[in-house]
């Protein structure tokens, strides 16, 4: 099965500078950026908040970079701003490219990759002409299933930070790299403890409410929120310290129950460690 991401779009970088301009600014390792590889990365503002997820993909010394076509004009005005003088060409190919995605390899497309956040995340490819496919939300059910945040969907632009959101447990941060935009106030985060909320997979007792709708305990406190949902699954934002897994919590009018995700091995049910 084929499912087709068209709430994707692409940019195109090239030139003898493109992996310079970007290892200066995104989250990532850009050298661990090798031909016909994927890489999955941010860009954050200066005082370390999200504010957008790609992933990278480099074929014929082109660096395709797969994000968010909501927010796709921006991201790519960032991306000139960053540019000053660098050798480096940067150009909107939304309308010549578009984004599908697997569990099964797409080694039929040239311009495909194994997705690096999670081996279940399957298989993504850039492709000129749509092939048939599924909805795009069999690839949402799968990856909120799996507890694997992404973009705005989960994401508060200029609020959330990537740890939040478990980035380095799904390749997206490089704590050897140095130096990139927001990257002081990422390490200070990791090395001093100071992630007290994470996104965690959810059960869901009835319909979802929406983004954002509380979680509460059972004297009525919040401890989290609820992000992006889809069938009876959905990712949720939660104080660590505050919940215990396999526990319902009340959401709106349904209830929610925090679970492990599969990247997550130090996490136990009832176990707030």
């Not at 994000?67 to 921006?74: G, N």
């Not at 991201?75 to 578009?98: A, G, H, P, T, W």
């Amino acid at each position: 099965m084929i499912e087709i991401l068209n709430s994707r779009a692409v940019i195109c970088i090239s030139g003898p500078e493109r992996k310079k301009l970007l290892q200066g600014v995104i989250t990532n390792n850009i050298d661990r950026l090798k031909d016909g590889t994927g890489l999955y990365s941010a860009l954050l503002s200066p005082q370390g908040k999200f504010l957008y997820d790609f992933f990278l993909f480099e074929k014929y010394e082109i660096i395709y970079l797969d994000c968010e076509a909501k927010h796709m004009a921006k991201l790519f005005q960032k991306l000139l701003m960053y540019r000053l003088r660098s050798n480096v060409e940067i150009i909107d190919q939304s309308n010549q490219f578009k984004i599908i995605s697997s569990t099964k390899q797409l080694d039929k497309f040239d311009l495909n990759y194994t997705d690096p956040r999670h081996t279940e995340m399957g298989f993504r490819a850039i492709v000129n002409n749509i092939p048939e496919g599924e909805s795009e939300d069999v690839y949402h059910i799968r990856r909120i299933k799996l507890g694997i945040p992404e973009g705005t969907h989960d994401f508060i632009m200029d609020k959330s930070t990537v740890l939040e959101g478990h980035f380095e447990e799904i390749n997206g941060v490089d704590f050897e790299k140095g130096c990139y935009v927001g990257q002081e106030v990422t390490a200070r985060m990791k090395y001093r403890g100071k992630v007290k909320k994470q996104m965690l997979p959810v059960t869901l007792s009835g319909p979802a409410p929406e983004f954002g709708t509380d979680i509460t305990d059972e004297k009525g406190n919040k401890i989290g929120d609820l992000r992006s949902s889809c069938d009876k699954n959905a990712i949720a934002l939660f104080r660590i310290d505050k919940i215990t897994l396999g526990q319902e919590y009340a959401c709106g009018d349904i209830n929610v129950t925090p679970k492990n995700p599969s990247f997550m091995p130090n996490m136990k049910d009832n176990d707030h460690d």
